[in-house]
Each structure stands twice: as C-alpha cells, then as structure tokens.
C-alpha cells in the first residue's frame, strides 16, 4: 500500500522509492522525509577524543565516552520501537496535546499512521544530523540538529528551534528532558536497581548532574569520579524556571517518559530535600519561560548532555556552550572540520551520486578509528575496544590520508607481538596497552599474523621508508604460550610486567622485522593433517570458531605465503639498494629458519614433522629468552623464506583446487574438526566460500587461468540474483557444530550466506590487482547499487558491513568494508600508489567512468603533498587499449617513466616536482 510518496521514509517502507536524496550541496549531505517510517536507522555524531553517541529520526539512541561510562542507556537496534528515552523536547500550548518536538509521545505514536500526523524531514550532514517537525494542528516547526563538537571534551549538544508558521500568535512553554543512565552496559540487567542507588544528584542552574558514588563490580568495587550532566540554556543563555532531576518525579506516578504529567499537567518543579533526589534513576529535565511567537519568528533552546570527571565544567561549559551565537559557532566549525577530514580523499567525475557516497566512505574509516567495532547499535562485539585485525586493517586507509603521521601507530602495535608468533586480541586507548582477549577467553585466531605485515609493506610501498624494518621493539607477554594452549606458571603481571624477558632479567628487545618474521615462520609450521595452518579460535570469519582442535584455515595459508614472498623481495630489495648482507635475529628462533646452514631441514609435506619443530622451539621461549642476537646471511634467509612460500603455494595448487562434476572450479578454503574439506561436492550440494577465492585470487595461489574460471563459479554458486552481492558462502544445509556457530544463523543472515561487503570488497581488490577490471568493476557496481537503492538497503549512505537475504543493508557505519574499498578504489582504480616509495600512477577506470565530459579526477594525498590529478580521456579509450600520453604537474610537463598505462616518477624527483601544498596533476590518456 503506497502513501503516495515518491522519496522518503514512507516510500522506502514499501519499496517503492528512494529512502533519501543528496542535497545540491556537493559535501555529501542528503534528505530524508519521514524517515521514522524506516525501522532501524541512526547516525552517528563523534569527536575523535573519544565521545561516542548515535542518533535516530526521534533523537534517540547512546551517548558514552567508553564502553563503562553510559551517559545514557546502552541501545541495540531492537530498543528503538520499545524505548520511550530520547533527548526530548515538549512543547505545551494551553487546552491543547502537549507536543514532543522529537516525535517521542503517546499522542504522537497514536497518530502515526493517520493523516494528521506530523511532517517530519531528516538533513545528515558529516558531522551534524537534523530532524525537521511539523505541527499541523499548532502551527509550529521544530528544527532539532545534534553534533558532538570537535573539542577535547566529552560533550553532544542539540539545538532545539521552534518556529511560528502559523498565521497567529502561539503561546507555549517549553520543557527539555533526557533520562540520565550514568554506567556500564553491565547493570543493565545485572543490579540496575541496586546500582541507581549509587546515584547523587546535584542541581545547578542549568540543570543537573550525577556522580554514582562507586562502580559496582563483584570482582571488586571502585570509587567512581565520572558525571554525567544534562543541561539546558536558552538561546541567550537564559537558565530553566524548573529542573527535575528523577525520572520518577518527572513521569510521574503511573506515568511515563512518552507522557509525562510534569509536561501533561504544566507542572513545576518540586520542592523536596536534596537527599530525596538520591538514589534512583535520574533524568535532566528543565522547563522554561513562558514564550510568545509571532507569526514567522523562532527561537531557540540548547540542549547539552556531558560527560566529565571535572565538576568545574559544569560552570565552564555555559560559557562555551550555553548561548545560540556559540553553539551555531561550534556547529560550523565541526562541519567545516569533517568536511576537510572527509575531502583528503575526494573525487570529482560525471557521477555525483559516487563523489557524494565516496565522502561517507572516508567518514566511516573515522568512525572505526573512534567507536572500534563496538557501540554503535547494530553491535554485539562485546565490550569495546578495538581488535587486531581491525586495527591494522583501518590503518590501510589511514596511510592514504596521512601516512607518515600514522607511522608511530603501526610501530607501536607490533609491541603486541609474543615472541611465540601470536598476539594480543584487544588493543587499548594507551600505547602498549594490550588485552589477551576482550571476552576473557584466551585464544588464538590463525590469520592474526598476516595482517601486520602486510600493513607494513603497504606503508612502505607508499613512503619508502624501509629503515622501520629495522627499529627495535619489545615483544608482550603474558601467561599464555604456545599459541594460548598452555600456561606459563612462573610468570605474573606484578612481579613480571607485561614485556619478554631475558635469563637475567632485562626487557628484551627484537626488529619489526624480526617480530614479523616470527609471525610469518611459526604459522607455516602450525599446520594441520592436510598440511594447511589449523584454524584454532578462527580466521577472519570468528564463526569458524568451533574447529579448534584440528580445523584448518586453507584461504589464510595463501596469505602467509605471500607474506613470506614479499619479505623475501624486500629483502632482496634491500641488498641491492642498501648493500645489507647480513640480518640480526633472536637466536633461538633461527631454528626456524631450517633450510639455512647449520639448521636441520624439515620435510614440509609432514605435518608432524613442522608441528614439532615449532613446539621445541616453542618450549625454548616459553618463559624467557636468551637476548642473544645473531647475523644471519640475507640471501640464506631469503631462500629461506622463498622456499616456504613456494611450498605453501605448490601445496594449496596441488591439493585444494576443486573442481565439480559439473565442471566448475574453486578453491577450498577449510577442514573441520573431523579433519574433514568443508568446500566442494558435498551430499547437502555444493559447498563455496567468497573468501576462500578471494585470497587465493589476491595473493597469487590462482594463476591467471584459473581466475576467470574461479570468477564464473562464485558468480554461479553466490551471486544474490535477486538483489546483486556476493553471499559469504553458500547453505551449509546442516547444524552440526563440528566447523562453528555458522551453521546456527540461518542461512541468508550474518555469516552464514550473508552479502559480506568486507569479502565483496577484497575480492575488487584482488581482481584489479591481478589485472581483472572488467570483472573487479563488475563487482564493484553490485556494491555500489546496494548501497545507493536505498528502498531496498534502508539505510543512509555508505556501506554497511552486510546486506541481509532482502537487500537490507545492516551493521552500517564500522566495518572493515570502508578501508578495503577506499584502498580498493584509489591505489587500483584511480591507480594513486607508492611502489618503493616511487609515485605510481596506473589507472584502470572503464571508458564508462570518463563519463559526458570525458574526465575524472582524485583529490588525494601521497609522501604528505595534496594533489588532484585529473584523468582526460577525449577518445573514449576502454581501460584495456589507452596508455598515459603525458603528464603534467602545475603546468609543467614532467618526465614520467612511461609504461603503457602505467607512469612512475622516483622518489627523488617527487619533491622536486610537488612544490606546492596543492598541486594540479593532468594525465592525457589515449
């Protein structure tokens, strides 16, 4: 049933238009009539101090600065049609319904699908969210825009505007509340009566404040320091007449947050012993004086909620805060500041919809970098902080904005590497902070070694700084070794700390290379029965989880050997262009390197053989190591390193290609606990894995050949038909735990044949990588379409983590689907990219991307030089048949070194070229 619209909330609901429309503006802003008619939406306001809130069409949704410290009540999406607490704002005109400017009040809900219910319009704007409400029945607008400034203080502020359309004089008081919650995610289940009791309540002029005297945890109390503020400030910083401070005295008795008889009743604020405020759920609610507007007029109320172990802020903040002309100061500014973050990468073509979408991208790489992949609503990740993989993973893009700024930060997390190869799970807010595991299970998950490197070499690529290899580190440690299978009963955090020791007690101290080493040499020797490296606690995809024992990660063993590889060509690099001959490595861990001089050779097709040369070494290192260092002669350690990697890739061509009775062709990627291949002909029907192509695909496993019959077997096996997108894998038709928790999701939903993007991305990677555009950019324009049919995705713009068996987009905003994309388009497809710190440009745009004008261009960064380079290709030339033609650099033509479609220019020439702090680049294709 249509109601009529064309674009909104109300369209989309049905399917039957767009869910929003980017404004003219160009900065990637959009509209959205109606959008509380869509179920599940939010958007996300953050500073990159650490503040973290979520924002819905109806001003719900979180405020925290850590995942112990809520300002308001932890939501999930599944809270937002059952709560009634929201950052509200009521508006009472004498002898008629009290009116929530957010939408949030039984009157409201009970008109909601009536004709006279209010018309609503949502503006997103990177940095700010607006939410525009009109009253028929009153003649009034409200104009409610949250933002969380860009300042070091963990503050969200909402500008409440009221506006007279009306034709008449409108009289009313206005009354702003928000509940206050004022602890961890933990109580709400668990002693959230008992914890509210904690509860002082102090208030100020300007509204109200709490402080929970301790934080409560059965493992042991603690006293607690942190406020939490709600305070309310007309638009000349005019203080409320009345303040509630207990959600009990608001409500009322019988009543509720969506109607409350203060509100209903026009009720002042009571009269009653400080003490009788303490001790039960809060709430920051101030009333107003009395307002008259005249027909056209406005004004307008701030609504500040913070957070602080300072009470001086409280006072602090009127004067930054607490008037219109500062808050709409700061406003301008914050959206200034987001759109300089999101134009460092930026695009310019005859396809506005991508440039706009393409700003989302860049700002969901920040959202990562400041909510983990944690509180957002969508999340279940557990308790915060920011994972492994995450981490290394988003610093890909980061090294695209600014790569010699995020140096320090790759540096410091090779300080979670243990000396046996594995690693932290959680990274912590301080540097050298590491957590075993977020959820107290110490585990180990086999693919956690190949990220660092490779985020390492792609810095490298990119600013030719390979002297980081050789910078001195310490290895972390804890009390769980041989890859968290056992303990270390002589170690403890108070007598030992958390860095690798020597025999005589001093901090011992490794290369990044050499840290890298260990990572890359002791997972080609954890392997399995069929020689792949066992799975454990899972790869990439945690619902590999139950195979701990003797499961087996196919696809990842692709990318140790292509680790292994490329340390060998830089290695070889290195010897040519340095001169270095010899390598200083922890001695014991040169048994690993068995097929050097002096070492014993391993036979690489046994098993047990390569387990239990591990393990001894494994047993050497356990506790503490020796500190001596070695040299080891580089062109030993690169066949070394060489011959690994060959075996990984011989072994994987040779035992896990599959092909069906039907012909068709892929990789295995798994073995079960059984000890069983999970992919290829199966009694339940086939059995495919995207990833387990993708990574073949992109480091090198798959030859040339077999890609195009590997593409056509994933189109066939796990393309949606109905929607576009790669599924993860195809129905595994049983519940078996034997393989993980996948088989209990059903099919359609999260990683069990959900339309993972992080995969759907990698894989437009891999092919541009190998050369593939037609079918890298095939793929690339599923996801896009996905993303931007917003009457299908139901989301806002960007790129969600995964869409669910109806094409809605679901987990949006923090995934690693944003890094993998930007790297994917700029690095491959506008072909921005450092090779060894020379400048790489290589473009692989289609013909169709040149658009009517016959150009396009990227904004971006490379060695710390702004550039827009500008593609001209006036003859239409597929991607395939142009070559770069010349190239010029602020009007002057430069000797490139031409190669087809690829022009370079040396690091030492760059500088000398880039002057500027932005420089023009024009590149003639024909």
Known sequence: MSDGKTVGGKAARYSEGPLWTYTEKHDGSFVSPDAEYVSRLYFPVLNRYGMKCSVTPELKGDICSSFHTYHSVPKVTEDFHRSNDSRNFW?????????????VSAAAKAKKWQDDADDTCVTGQIGSFTIERKNKTLGLKSTATTFVPHVKEFVELTLFTIENTSSFPVTFTPTMANP????????????????????????HPYGVSIRPKINFNEHGHSDNDTRYAVFGYGEDGEQPQHIWRTVRDFAGEGGSLDNPVAVCKNLDGPEVEPRQYDGFEAVGAM?????????????????LNGITEDPADFDSWHSRYGSMAAAQRLLEDTCAYWQEIVNEVSFDSDNIQFDNWAKWINFQLICRQVYGNSYLPDFGYGRGGRGWRDLFSDLLAIFLIDPQSASDEIQNEFLGIRVDGTNATIVGTKPGEFIADRNQVPRTWSEHGTWPFFVLNFYMEQTGDYDVLFKDFTYWKDAFVFRSKKRDDAWSTEEYGNKQKTADGSVYRGTILEHTLIQQLSSFFHVGTHNNILLEGADWNDTYDMARDRGESVCFFNWYAHNLKTIADVLTFLKQTKGITTIKLLKEMTVLLDSMPGQ???PYDSPEAKRNHLFAYYDRVKHVVSGERVDVPVDDLIADLRGKADAVYEHIRTNELITTKDGDIFYNGHYDNDENRVHGEHPAGIRIDLTS????????????EQIPQIFASVKKYLRDPDTGGLRLCSEFKEDRMYFGRLTGFVFGHKEHGGKWMQQNVMYILGLYRRGFVNEAYEIFTDVFTMCHNSKISKIFPGIPSYFEMDGRGAYHYLTGSATWLMIAIVTQMYGIRGRRGDFVINPKLKVEQFGNSGQCTIQCNFRNRRMRVTYRNPQAVEWDSYAVKSVTVNGNKVSFNIDGPRATLSAESFDSVFTKEHNEVWVALG
Do not use: C
């Open 287 to 303: 009333k107003f004086a009395e307002v008259t507007l005249a027909p056209g007029d406005s004004k307008t109320w701030i609504m």
């Open 600 to 602: 014993t050779k391993i």
């Open 91 to 103: 508006v009472y005109v004498e002898d008629k319904q009290p009116w929530s400017a957010t939408g």
């Open 180 to 203: 206050i919650y004022g602890r961890t995610p933990d109580n709400l289940r668990d002693h959230r009566v008992v914890t509210s009791m904690f509860i002082e309540g102090t208030s």
């Open 693 to 704: 192509q993708v990574l073949p695909t992109m480091f090198g496993t798959a030859t040339d």
